[in-house]
C-alpha cells in the first residue's frame, strides 16, 4: 500500500469538528453541518416565538432565524458577549443561525475517539441532539447533531424564506 492510499483510509476515518462552548462544557459539530461562522449582529425579535427563538437577523440579504442553544438545551441564559458566535447552518433549504458561547477550534477526531452515549444520557430529552462523545487530550468533547436541534413543525413555525 502506498503512502497516498493509507492518507484516504485514514481521512474516511477522521471527523473533522468545530469545538465550541455552553456553559464550561465543550461541544463539537462537524464541519460539515456548518457554512459560516459570525459575530453577533442586531437580532430582531419575533412575536410569540418559541422562548429558544433569539430572533432574526438580515445575514446578506437573507433573513435568517437565530436559536439560542443554550435555551434548547434548557440551560441558564447568558448575555451576549464579545465571545459569543454564531454558527450557520444549512438545514433543509433553511439557513439557521445557532448562538453559543465561544467557539474555541476545529479539531480532528479519529473514528475510535468517538464513543457512544452512555444508557443514563440517552433517556434524557436533550439526548436526541446528541451523536456521542469526542475523546480529546485535555478532556471529552460532546458531539452534536445540529439537524436534529430542531423537528420539521419547528422549523416550519420559525423559518423565513
Do not use: C, W
Request: proline share 3%.
Amino acid at each position: 500500500m502506498d503512502i497516498s492510499q493509507k492518507q484516504i483510509m485514514d481521512t474516511a476515518q477522521t471527523v473533522q469538528v468545530i469545538v465550541f462552548d455552553l456553559q464550561d462544557e465543550k461541544y463539537g459539530v462537524e464541519i460539515s453541518q456548518v457554512r459560516e461562522i459570525i459575530k453577533p449582529t442586531q437580532i430582531t425579535r419575533i412575536p410569540n416565538a418559541p422562548d429558544f427563538v433569539e430572533g432574526v437577523i438580515n445575514l446578506r440579504g437573507q433573513i435568517t432565524t437565530i436559536i439560542n442553544l443554550r435555551k434548547r438545551f434548557n440551560m441558564e441564559p447568558k448575555e451576549v458577549d464579545g465571545n459569543t458566535r454564531i454558527i450557520v447552518v444549512e438545514y433543509d433549504n433553511a439557513v439557521i443561525g445557532m448562538m453559543v458561547d465561544t467557539v474555541n477550534e476545529v479539531k480532528y477526531l479519529s473514528s475510535k475517539d468517538i464513543e457512544h452515549l452512555p444508557s443514563i444520557i440517552t433517556t434524557r430529552s436533550e439526548a436526541k441532539f446528541l451523536k456521542g462523545v469526542g475523546k480529546l487530550e485535555d478532556g471529552l468533547l460532546i458531539l452534536i447533531d445540529l439537524n436534529k436541534v430542531l423537528n420539521e413543525n419547528e422549523i416550519e413555525g420559525i423559518v423565513y424564506e
